[in-house]
């Protein structure tokens, strides 16, 4: 029973000695540590929690990373080739995470307030900001919204697609969420990078 698990925590690294200042804003400097699994590495805020999913495999998976205040950062992957079967473009892949979040019956709204094109780990991703309105429920007298930041992108050099995306429900915790999200949305390394 411990083997899925021990192979999951062994395919991940954290890597606490190699730490770095990772400049935000001018408003925000943080402390960085890098945490690697699977051939793809990332570098996270040391103050955050990570939650590594055991059912995880070097085909599909995904990480959740905790803020302080609990606003979470995704990075999922899976096989490119899955991906290029099912959707034209990068823009179908992002409707396709949307439509799932709109079929939620507690859902009022999802738009896309913003897309764009940006240049992430040497490929071409689609950068989305987007709203969800909760209608107001038996525990929530009144309507909520939060953001949601995502980036798709295809990696042909290991055949994967990756989402990394941001679920803000806390909107005091920092000064700026998408200089937050894009400076560790940067700091993706899906393949090896030539010396």
Sequence with gaps: MARPL???LLAACWLPDQKSLNIVSARETRLTEKFSAYGFQVEIPEDWRIEFNAKNSRQRGDVAFHSPKNNVFFVSWGKLEDAQRRFRNLEEHRDETIK??????????????RSTRK???THEGLVSRVVARRRPGFMRRL???????????YCPPTARYYVVYWHVSVGDEFPDFEDRFMSI?????????PL
Excluded at 100 to 113: A, G
Excluded at 143 to 153: A, I, K, Q, T, Y
Excluded at 185 to 193: N, V, Y
């Design 6 to 8: 021990l192979a999951g």
């Design 100 to 113: 799932r979040f709109r079929s939620d019956p507690n859902m009022k709204s999802v738009e896309i307030v």
């Design 119 to 121: 240049n992430l780990s």
């Design 143 to 153: 309507e909520s919204s939060h953001e949601v930041w995502s980036v798709h992108l």
């Design 185 to 193: 949305a940067r700091t993706l390394a899906c393949h090896p990078q």
